[in-house]
């Protein structure tokens, strides 16, 4: 069935510093692909999303690459902050006879420390 | 305002009690979704509405009633759970049921006794 893989886990970064985080995905026909950020007691929170049609999109200090041949697609986060500090999760769209819908990785709790 | 309000915030019930929980948007998006998420798991897709009518049922269990009253709200009737089915209860809605945006409410923390 369809499955996205998401590493790492478990993220720790130094404040300044870049984390980059990377999924698979295993249907080839995903066109959709969005990341969110949920921080503890909150819903997930949609912080950048690309579509296939697009290789790379860059939105101040976050930016996602994707990598439609390989299915792989990854989040970069440049200049980290303390309030970056939370889980992430990627996403990748599939569809069935009943209609499209998002298949979640397994997240990554990212920590910066300060 | 890219706003999904759920009540109630969190919900405490006993496994014969039963109760609902709320979804609300103004977006103007014509497919909602109910995701289940246990603790330091993804969210798992439930149901999926689109136009007010049942797109998609993960097989979930039938302890679990969702309603579509009309395009801005969505409710999950509950009845009969049991203790595994606590967990955080999210609603979502896009655009259409596509591959659109998806944007989440806060969530509602349910614990079953």
């Known amino acids: 069935g369809e499955n996205v893989e998401q590493h790492p886990s478990t993220l720790s970064v130094q404040e300044g510093d870049s984390a980059v985080i990377k999924c698979t995905y295993s249907?080839?026909?995903?066109?959709?692909f969005p990341w969110y950020k949920q921080e503890l007691g909150k819903g997930p929170q949609l912080i950048i999303d690309i579509r296939s049609n697009v290789g790379e999109k860059k939105d101040q200090r976050i930016a996602v690459t994707l990598n439609k041949t390989a299915k792989h697609f990854s989040l970069h986060i440049t200049e980290t902050q303390p309030e970056d500090s939370a889980v992430y999760f990627c996403?990748?769209?599939?569809?069935?006879?009943?209609?499209?819908?998002?298949?979640f990785g397994k997240g990554t709790t990212l920590s910066v420390s300060s | 305002d890219t706003e999904v309000t759920q009540t109630p915030k969190h919900l405490v019930m006993g496994m014969t009690n039963k109760k609902s929980l709320k979804c609300e948007q103004h977006m103007g998006h014509r497919a909602m979704y109910w995701y289940k998420q246990k603790a330091k798991k993804p969210p798992e897709l439930m149901f999926v509405?689109?136009?007010?009518?049942?797109?998609i049922n993960e097989s979930v269990p039938s302890r679990f009633s969702p309603e579509c009253p009309n395009s801005s709200l969505l409710n999950l009737h509950l009845h009969a759970l049991q203790p595994e089915d606590s967990a955080l209860y999210l609603c979502?809605?896009?655009?259409?049921?596509?591959?659109?945006?998806?944007?989440f409410g806060p969530g509602t923390r349910l614990t079953v006794l």
């Open positions: 249907d080839s026909a995903s066109n959709y």
């Open positions: 979502a809605s896009s655009l259409a049921v596509s591959t659109d945006t998806q944007y």
């Open positions: 509405y689109s136009y007010e009518k049942l797109s």
């Open positions: 996403a990748a769209s599939y569809s069935n006879q009943a209609g499209t819908a998002l298949i």
